[in-house]
């Protein structure tokens, strides 16, 4: 038959895929087919248009819609239940860590042991705000170990006093370790405003007639560059 088709010269194909299939059927000599070839031709026609429907289902492809983003809430801090009292950090998990929990522990411990809860989170928080700024060094023991070497000439007195660091109160240790601990997972809400400086009340160091005051906790009075207040 396709020979025959081929003479007849009157199937015309003008889309394949994703378009309409056209057909326009033009026989040469129309009146000598008999029924039979037309039914034939017919047939044929069918068979084809079938295939091009089928071929066009096969080629869309249904892509998901993307998911609304808009409308996911943006995710939070989780903080912990703060009363920044003993009983309460007694109440807290015994800490542990790593190189930076080991050297912001110690940090508190000669810098805030006698302080209060909150000024010994204050302290940790100047610490930690350091290591988020470009003037320091981009860790915890970076910026505690900061000039260390040189009498008196560290960020941290302890550092560089010229004594030997022993920590002869365990309990007090554990104490500060926890408040490490709490301070490095981001579970305490902020109390110095972003202080990148602290002092204690007995001295007056020539910085802190420049720097703005930020907090007063405690002991120890807090500063950085920047006109927001807080206190406690």
Same mark, same amino acid.
Request: aromatic letters at 12%; charged letters at 20%.
């Given at each position: 038959?396709?020979?025959?088709?081929?003479?007849?010269?009157?199937?015309?194909?003008?889309a394949r895929v994703g378009f309409v299939a056209t057909f326009s059927v033009q026989p040469a000599n129309a009146q000598n087919m008999s029924p039979e070839q037309t039914a034939e031709v017919l047939?044929?026609?069918?068979?084809?248009?079938?295939?091009?429907?089928e071929l066009r289902r096969a080629s869309v492809v249904k892509i998901p819609a993307a998911p609304d983003v808009s409308l996911k809430p943006k995710l939070r801090p989780t903080y912990?239940?703060?009363?920044?009292?003993?009983?309460?950090?007694?109440?807290?998990?015994?800490?542990?860590?790593?190189?930076?929990?080991?050297?912001?522990?110690?940090?508190?411990y000669f810098e805030a042991r006698g302080e209060s809860v909150a000024g010994q989170f204050a302290v940790a928080e100047v610490i930690m705000n350091r290591v988020k700024s470009a003037?320091?060094?981009?860790?915890?023991?970076?910026?505690?170990?900061?000039?260390?070497?040189?009498?008196?000439?560290?960020?941290f007195a302890y550092a560089c006093?010229? *004594? !030997?660091?022993?920590?002869?109160?365990? =309990?007090? %240790?554990a104490q500060v370790g926890k408040v490490a601990r709490l301070t490095l997972d981001g579970k305490v809400q902020n109390l110095t405003e972003g202080a990148?400086?602290?002092?204690? *009340? !007995?001295?007056?160091?020539?910085?802190? =007639?420049? %720097?703005?005051?930020?907090?007063?906790?405690?002991?120890?009075?807090?500063y950085r560059q920047s006109y927001r207040t807080a206190q406690r």
């Open positions: 038959m396709g020979a025959d088709l081929k003479s007849w010269g009157f199937i015309s194909v003008l047939a044929f026609l069918k068979l084809d248009q079938d295939n091009l429907t912990v239940s703060t009363k920044f009292s003993k009983s309460w950090l007694a109440t807290q998990p015994t800490a542990t860590g790593g190189n930076d929990w080991k050297c912001l522990s110690e940090a508190l003037r320091y060094p981009g860790t915890v023991c970076g910026v505690i170990n900061q000039g260390t070497g040189r009498l008196f000439a560290c960020q006093d010229g *004594k !030997a660091e022993i920590i002869g109160d365990p =309990r007090a %240790y990148t400086h602290y002092h204690t *009340k !007995a001295v007056n160091p020539s910085w802190a =007639r420049v %720097y703005p005051r930020t907090a007063e906790i405690g002991y120890h009075l807090f």
